[in-house]
């Protein structure tokens, strides 16, 4: 175990936020049995890694490590790709 | 079909979320099969609910992971391209694929795992002399008091074995953690705590490849995925934390054992 570094405590904050916000819509949604809270909280669930992403992409730019920077906005590519196609998707059903 | 009750959704939840991040999985492995064979959801809506549960499993149990130092950020983003993009190609397949089919393909999958890691579960990947280069992206590792280093081998296969696992993922339901951490611990030398920590952190952007596909399609039950993401969620947290305490020997022993009794489930399922 080494220590963790900022950009770790960083990614860390940024999980711990989404998962909190999401909690807080799916326990009020199934509280109140709200269809639009659950579906808020579900996505913003399915959010939160893809902010993790782009924090740890301007983590990256921070440290000046443009390899990874690089490595990393392929992953967002690859995210996006999937919102984009999905956003497709639900205009077609 | 008949809904679960909240209360026992909830429990599958948090049983789930406590394996698999004891595990460092994301859980994925156990809840399709108790959804779909158990409690007999749909495996669609099955599949949906374990994709949003694992990203609530593997992020929880990467914020524990992150402030022990564990994760290996650099190999995990490079690992995580391959892994995305698999998922984005097996969330894109799965809509094609038969009920038997995708029960067939988990049962492979986890017989082959459950056999390699039952082979190679007495090796040790790390070097005890800290004055070896761990390379770009090797690392290194307290364990029991002593600093190890550790190189990572044979690439390659990590990231094949990683865009299989996103495949994987985005057909079946799973983060891809049960692929990927066998693997990486026997075929590239990642220490077993550092192979999990850091795919803890990889699930979430893995399984999100895929969710956002099956939300889109209509998969999503709001109320069942709502409660069994909200079991898991605490459950993992503690899973997170005692995984510390867990003997490496005995963490790879219980994957295997999971891998064969998951595997020959899905096998009669599929049957």
């Given at each position: 175990?080494?220590?963790?570094?900022?950009?770790?405590?960083?990614?860390?904050?940024?999980l711990?936020?989404?998962l909190?916000?999401s909690?807080?819509?799916?326990?009020?949604?199934?509280?109140?049995?709200?269809?639009?809270?659950?579906?808020?909280?579900?996505?913003?669930?399915?959010?939160?890694?893809?902010?993790?992403?782009?924090?740890?992409?301007?983590g990256?730019?921070?440290?000046?490590?443009?390899?990874?920077?690089?490595?990393?906005?392929?992953i967002?590519?690859v995210?996006?790709s999937?919102?984009?196609?999905?956003?497709?998707?639900?205009?077609?059903? | 079909?008949?809904?679960?009750?909240?209360?026992?959704l909830f429990l599958?939840?948090?049983?789930?979320?406590l394996?698999?991040?004891?595990?460092?999985?994301?859980g994925?492995?156990?809840?399709?099969?108790?959804?779909?064979?158990?409690?007999?959801?749909?495996?669609?809506?099955?599949?949906?609910?374990?994709?949003?549960?694992?990203?609530?499993?593997?992020?929880?149990?990467?914020?524990?992971?992150?402030?022990?130092?564990?994760?290996?950020?650099?190999?995990g983003?490079?690992?995580e391209?391959?892994?995305?993009?698999?998922?984005?190609?097996?969330?894109?397949?799965?809509?094609?694929?038969?009920?038997?089919?995708?029960?067939?393909t988990?049962?492979a999958?986890?017989?082959?795992?459950?056999?390699?890691m039952?082979?190679?579960?007495?090796?040790?990947?790390?070097?005890?002399?800290?004055?070896?280069?761990p390379?770009r992206?090797?690392?290194?590792?307290?364990?029991?008091?002593?600093?190890?280093?550790?190189?990572?081998?044979?690439?390659?296969?990590?990231?094949l074995?990683?865009l299989?696992?996103?495949?994987i993922?985005?057909?079946?339901?799973?983060?891809?953690?049960?692929?990927k951490?066998?693997v990486l611990?026997?075929?590239?030398?990642?220490?077993?705590?550092?192979?999990a920590?850091?795919?803890?952190?990889?699930i979430?952007?893995?399984?999100?490849a895929?969710?956002?596909?099956?939300?889109?399609?209509?998969?999503?039950?709001?109320?069942?995925?709502?409660?069994?993401?909200?079991?898991?969620?605490?459950?993992s947290?503690?899973g997170?934390?005692?995984s510390?305490?867990?003997?490496?020997?005995?963490?790879?022993?219980?994957?295997?054992?999971?891998?064969?009794?998951v595997?020959?489930?899905?096998?009669?399922?599929?049957?």
């Amino acid at each position: 175990v080494s220590a963790p570094t900022r950009l770790d405590l960083a990614i860390e904050t940024a999980l711990t936020a989404g998962l909190g916000t999401s909690a807080v819509f799916l326990v009020g949604g199934l509280a109140l049995e709200s269809a639009a809270l659950l579906r808020a909280g579900l996505l913003l669930l399915m959010l939160t890694p893809v902010v993790r992403a782009v924090v740890v992409t301007v983590g990256l730019v921070l440290r000046r490590d443009w390899l990874f920077t690089v490595v990393s906005l392929a992953i967002l590519g690859v995210l996006g790709s999937s919102l984009y196609t999905a956003a497709r998707i639900a205009a077609d059903r | 079909v008949a809904e679960p009750s909240t209360l026992l959704l909830f429990l599958t939840g948090a049983g789930t979320g406590l394996v698999g991040s004891l595990l460092g999985l994301g859980g994925g492995v156990f809840l399709v099969p108790l959804l779909a064979l158990a409690m007999g959801v749909p495996i669609r809506a099955a599949i949906a609910a374990s994709l949003i549960s694992v990203i609530a499993t593997a992020s929880a149990s990467a914020t524990v992971n992150l402030s022990r130092g564990l994760v290996n950020l650099r190999l995990g983003l490079v690992l995580e391209v391959a892994t995305s993009l698999g998922g984005l190609a097996g969330g894109l397949t799965a809509a094609h694929l038969s009920q038997r089919q995708l029960f067939a393909t988990f049962a492979a999958t986890m017989t082959l795992m459950g056999v390699l890691m039952a082979a190679r579960s007495g090796r040790r990947n790390v070097i005890p002399d800290t004055s070896v280069d761990p390379g770009r992206l090797g690392g290194r590792i307290l364990e029991g008091g002593t600093l190890y280093v550790y190189r990572v081998r044979r690439l390659p296969i990590g990231l094949l074995a990683s865009l299989l696992a996103g495949a994987i993922s985005g057909l079946l339901g799973l983060g891809g953690g049960i692929v990927k951490v066998p693997v990486l611990n026997t075929f590239c030398g990642i220490p077993i705590r550092v192979a999990a920590a850091t795919s803890t952190l990889m699930i979430g952007v893995t399984a999100a490849a895929s969710a956002f596909l099956y939300f889109a399609r209509g998969d999503v039950i709001l109320h069942l995925t709502a409660a069994v993401a909200l079991g898991a969620l605490p459950a993992s947290l503690l899973g997170a934390r005692l995984s510390e305490r867990v003997p490496t020997r005995f963490l790879k022993l219980l994957m295997t054992a999971v891998l064969l009794v998951v595997a020959a489930r899905m096998a009669w399922a599929a049957r």
